[in-house]
């Protein structure tokens, strides 16, 4: 079957298959080794998930990080149910784990406009983290970011971009590859 015809959602429909699922699987291992040599052994290190898109990316992820981790998540939002930022973030659940001292690495899903890590780098940085990088499964390059960008899975084109964890109003999260619609 055709894997763009099968992700019909109501009225919106998967215009093409961006990343494969095969691709994908392939660049998560490379990230997860990358991530690994970066760090000394005895490190404590936090990933920090940012759901709800990045629970896919990052559950794959952990699993190929060769050193011993520990993992936590937060919510924030931008979206909504459009295809545009409104530019507002809502921090929606806030991380349990301490992060004073230790080596954090916030995972997203995708850096679009930039607007939720502006608005989180700063309130994870008061927070006192031996080190706070940014891992991210799609870049668009259209973002000025303070902080630079350390793993990027792809760089992605400016199409909107669903599956693997990425959505649109709830729909597309279960596919296994990236489309755009």
């Known amino acids: ?3 763009v ?3 019909r959602m109501g009225d919106r429909r998967l215009l093409r298959v961006v990343y494969t699922a095969e691709a994908i699987r392939r660049r998560v291992e490379e990230m997860g080794r990358e991530i690994g040599a970066a760090y000394a052994p005895g490190d404590d290190i936090l990933v920090l998930g940012l759901l709800k ?3 896919i990316f990052i ?3 952990v699993r190929r990080i060769p050193i011993p981790i520990q993992v936590d998540f937060l919510a924030a939002s931008s ?6 930022s ?3 973030v809502r921090l929606v659940y806030n991380p349990e784990a301490s992060m004073e ?3 954090v690495i916030l995972v ?3 850096v679009d406009s930039g607007t939720t890590l502006k608005r989180l780098m700063p309130l994870l940085h008061e927070r006192r983290p031996a080190s706070l990088e940014i891992c991210t499964l799609l870049h668009k390059r259209v973002a000025e970011l303070e902080w630079p960008v350390r793993w990027v899975g792809f760089d992605a084109p400016g199409d909107f971009l669903v599956g693997y964890g990425l959505d649109f109003a709830e729909d597309f999260r279960h596919l296994p590859y990236i489309g755009s619609i």
């Open 101 to 103: 001292g230790r080596h």
């Open 59 to 61: 559950a794959d992820l």
């Open 1 to 3: 079957m055709n894997p």
């Open 79 to 84: 979206y909504g149910k459009q295809r545009v």
């Open 5 to 7: 015809g099968d992700a």
């Open 108 to 110: 997203e899903d995708i």
């Open 53 to 55: 898109g990045s629970f």
């Open 86 to 88: 409104s530019g507002e």
